[in-house]
């Protein structure tokens, strides 16, 4: 005959048994047959020893035993997590339960019984597995970011000992290098002034050849120093409109220009946030460069374009600037090396510079958080493609 006495067990949402001194189950909740696919009729009156026979372990029976003696209640815990057992049931299923045993008196036998209350925490502890998994996820996210800080720290300070050093170069460049090329440059002129007419044909070719490669020394030393000081004394960006300034570029090339019979023709151009004397510096090269390389049978002509468009990921505002020619070009093979510093496609006897112009842009566009591209083929042209924000965000104007 099943015991009526604990029915009211069936109403709460934790797993409920009794069991007697004998380990003799006495009463079975609704739950625990939902849990266990043991039904109440089957496991009344069996030995709970048939059914879970890790509770027959001394280290429960012990605690089993205070119970049934009246002693305080108990908390069943596994070796894996203190106050909670992991069970695997009868169906299959594994559960962490954290499990309660109390002492509950029967006044008709005068004998205490043990009273089972089972709650099943799987769920919620799988929910702290989760979140100390994220937690863990997270601390190491941080001090992975305290890294990257740290990195970025030790690199800023390199670079600014670089750039320190640059500074420094460039006025050892400046003074030290450039006075004795005056003083060759001066004795040469000299020569070439007052003895010119007295020296035969080969002392006159090593005379201009001397001056020449001063000349282009010179120049390459300029360049130089323009080049290391990009970087090292940058301007603020101000408010700069193109079309003033590229007006203003043109009319420095007005001579170069009127000399190649060259026609230079700007749409409209917006207003950007930019270092103004960087923009001029870098739309001069490219100008300069697209009159310069024009074929020796047609004059230069340079169409200069401009679109505004929004990043599709950012949706910050970008201008996107064409210059085109229609000079000697070059083979693409070269395109990943025509922005480097002292790269040059052709003869110093035809084209003259230093090397270093494409180079400048490239870094300027770089410092402008930009990018430069250009695509050419031989005898037909080249088309420079500059895209740069039309607003600079302050962190990302470091250099």
């Not at 007005?254 to 270092?275: K, W």
């Amino acid at each position: 005959m099943l015991d009526n006495r604990f029915d009211v067990l069936d109403l709460v949402p934790v797993g409920a048994f009794v069991l007697e001194e004998a380990s003799t189950i006495l009463f079975w909740n609704r739950t625990m047959e939902d849990w266990t696919g043991i039904l109440r009729t089957t496991i009344v009156g069996q030995p709970i020893g048939e059914y879970f026979p890790h509770l027959q372990q001394p280290r429960y029976t012990t605690r089993l035993q205070n119970i049934f003696e009246g002693g305080p209640p108990a908390i069943f815990s596994s070796q894996l997590h203190k106050q909670l057992i992991n069970s695997t049931h009868p169906n299959g299923s594994a559960r962490i339960q954290h499990t309660t045993v109390t002492a509950v008196y029967d006044s008709i036998t005068s004998q205490y019984q043990a009273l089972f209350v089972i709650q099943d925490v799987t769920e919620l502890t799988h929910r702290i597995q989760g979140y100390r998994h994220m937690r863990d996820q997270a601390l190491a996210e941080i001090a992975e970011r305290q890294r990257a800080e740290t990195q970025l720290k030790a690199y800023a300070a390199e670079l600014e000992r670089s750039n320190e050093a640059l500074d420094e170069f460039a006025a050892v460049v400046s003074h030290d290098l450039k006075a004795p090329l005056r003083k060759v440059n001066m004795f040469g002129q000299r020569l070439q002034d007052r003895y010119y007419e007295v020296l035969d044909e080969r002392g006159k070719n090593y005379l201009d050849r001397m001056l020449r490669t001063v000349e282009r020394m010179r120049t390459l030393i300029d360049g130089l120093l323009d080049y290391s000081q990009v970087t090292t004394k940058p301007q603020p960006f101000i408010s700069v409109d193109l079309n003033l300034l590229v007006n203003e570029v043109l009319s420095d090339l007005e001579v170069q220009i009127a000399d190649a019979l060259g026609e230079v023709s700007v749409a409209p151009l917006p207003t950007i946030q930019a270092d103004s004397m960087q923009m001029r510096q870098l739309w001069q090269n490219l100008i300069s460069n697209a009159i310069k390389f024009h074929k020796s049978d047609t004059p230069p002509i340079v169409t200069i374009t401009s679109e505004i468009f929004n990043d599709e990921t950012s949706g910050e505002a970008y201008g996107r600037f064409s210059i085109q020619d229609n000079g000697i070009g070059f083979d693409d093979k070269y395109v990943n090396r025509i922005f480097a510093a002292f790269q040059r496609l052709h003869g110093q006897d035809e084209y003259e510079g230093s090397g270093v112009g494409l180079a400048i842009c490239h870094r300027i566009v770089t410092r402008h958080n930009g990018k430069i591209s250009v695509k050419s083929q031989p005898n037909v042209g080249s088309t420079f493609t500059i895209t740069l924000p039309l607003l600079q965000n302050k962190a990302q104007s470091i250099v």
